[in-house]
């Protein structure tokens, strides 16, 4: 579906949830204060619009982080049961929390309710979405009727791309062959349907005064666009949308956006994500993140820096020079968890080393006694909250290499370095020091390719057990 319709269907769905929230809410509490028990149940206004107002967001920003409003034209009804679940189960979680954290004195019979009426309308709902989900579609984004420049197998797949959204409003009018192909041109393709082919000659005199023209595709190989200019330029002066498949270069992923400086308009091809809104997002979390980590783990800093003090001679901290965004090197901060010769002393303990080109050794003779627990417990990556406060590094991100690493890295490999590094990220989530190098490359890759602030999220709260049970590290 094209991303205007996603974007207006995600916020009509949204409100949906938010709609069908509050009507549980009120069901549950007006069956709960009437229910014949031997407690009388109340909230005050204040309360009642507390606990309302977190409701709808929970219910609502879960359903988006779990991207539940994407899909709900075509998933069975397994997937629905099992999204709504997760959807409200989470959300309810989420209260959980506020209401013993807020010490309010909320009737569980009236939380039950709430739960199981919110799952029983999101279910109802999404069940019978999926049968109008269609017309709304097509309500939000009106028709289009398009015509595809092209014959080729790019032109093909668009088309067949197109027909899966034909009760969404998209409808084909057919193909038009390129400048050189006519002559060797079929009357018509057969796809999902049969489609008229028409010669480039005919789409101003003929095409455009037969049908209602709203867009029209091109998927044609890049040799032949300056040949269709004059097509474009028609396009522009009718005020008929032109679209381009960029298919020029099969082999480049990433990130695509148009831009223009001056009059000047630039097709970007980025290797990491490129929204500056949602990066500036980012920022702000871990801004507000790391010094409420730097606050309330205080005295589990000032309780390092002493063991390590006393234990062992040498700086608290271990400052070594890390590769940062796009490859700008920083000086990175750990508690200092090996003696303090550690480095001098690398080629003694090379022939340990268990991994490609990064150094990791199970057991590293190098370890102070307080440094293997600091290790095991991450405790040692703790300073680096300050490397996320300067804008060095971010709370989730490929972790940061040393330039002699980076040095050794293959082609695809130097893309990791197009994120901002992190303190965690997904090979965290996948055994830590046990995953190996190439997987922790390509973990680090999946993670840029399909970042969000949902995934950041995700990694987070599912860091923390990893971290606090002290699994996968060495």
């Known amino acids: 579906m094209f991303r205007s319709q996603t974007r207006k269907l995600k916020i009509l769905f949204g409100f949906a949830d938010a709609v069908l929230t509050v009507a549980a809410f009120t069901l549950a509490y007006n069956v709960r204060e009437y229910a014949p028990l031997k407690h009388q149940f109340f909230l005050t206004p204040d309360v009642q619009t507390l606990l309302l107002g977190f409701c709808l967001l929970t219910w609502v920003g ?38 013993f954290a807020t010490k309010l004195d909320i009737s569980r019979v009236f939380l039950s309710l709430f739960v199981g009426a919110s799952w029983l309308f999101l279910v109802g709902f999404r069940v019978a979405a999926r049968k109008f989900v269609s017309y709304v579609s ?6 289009r009727n398009i015509f595809i420049v092209g014959l080729g197998e790019g032109a093909r797949t668009l088309a067949r791309s197109l027909e899966d959204y034909h009760g969404h409003g998209v409808r084909i009018l057919g193909f038009i062959a390129p400048p050189g192909v006519q002559s060797t041109a079929p009357a018509t393709l057969q ?17 455009a005064a037969r049908f209602i023209v709203d867009e029209i595709h091109f998927a044609v190989e890049s040799a032949m666009l300056p040949a269709l200019e004059p097509v474009f330029r028609w396009c522009h002066e009718e005020g008929i949308c032109s679209r381009i ?10 990130y695509m956006d148009l831009e223009q400086i001056g009059g000047t308009p630039l097709l970007t091809f980025s290797g990491a994500p490129a929204n500056e809104v949602l990066l500036l997002a980012k920022r702000a979390i871990d801004v507000v993140l790391a010094l409420a980590g730097i606050i309330l783990l205080s005295p589990l800093f000032l309780i390092a820096a002493v063991l390590i003090k006393l234990t062992s001679p040498g700086p608290v901290i271990f400052r070594q020079v890390r590769c940062g965004l796009n490859g700008r090197t920083f000086t990175f901060y750990k508690f200092r968890s090996m003696v303090r010769d550690a480095e001098a002393r690398l080629d003694q303990v090379a022939h340990l080393n268990e991994k490609d080109i990064v150094m990791k050794i199970r057991n590293d003779p190098r370890l102070t006694v307080v440094g293997k627990w600091l290790r095991k417990f991450s405790i040692d990556e703790l300073p680096q909250l300050f490397n996320v406060l300067k804008g060095d590094m971010s709370l989730v991100g490929p972790r940061p290499a040393i330039p002699t690493e980076v040095a050794q890295y293959q082609r695809w490999q130097r893309r990791r370095l197009r994120m901002r590094p992190g303190l ?4 965290a989530l996948r055994g830590r020091d046990k995953v190996d190098f190439e997987s922790w490359m390509r973990l680090d890759l999946q993670y840029i390719d399909n970042w969000s602030l949902g995934l950041d999220a995700k990694i987070i709260l599912l860091t923390i057990p990893q971290v606090v049970s002290g699994r996968g590290a060495s």
């Not at 097509?138 to 028709?143: D, F, H, I, K, N």
């Not at 796809?191 to 003929?206: A, C, K, N, Q, S």
């Open 138 to 143: 097509r309500e939000l984004g009106a028709e």
């Open 424 to 427: 965690t990220c997904l090979w």
């Open 245 to 254: 498949a960029i298919d020029f270069f099969p082999q480049v992923n990433g």
């Open 62 to 99: 879960f359903g988006y982080w779990l991207d539940v409003y994407g899909k709900l034209e075509s998933v069975r009804m397994r997937v629905i049961l099992a999204d709504s679940f997760r959807q409200v189960g989470c959300s309810a979680l989420a209260l959980l929390v506020l209401v």
């Open 191 to 207: 796809l999902g349907r049969t489609y008229r082919v028409f010669p480039i000659e005919d789409l101003r005199p003929v095409l």
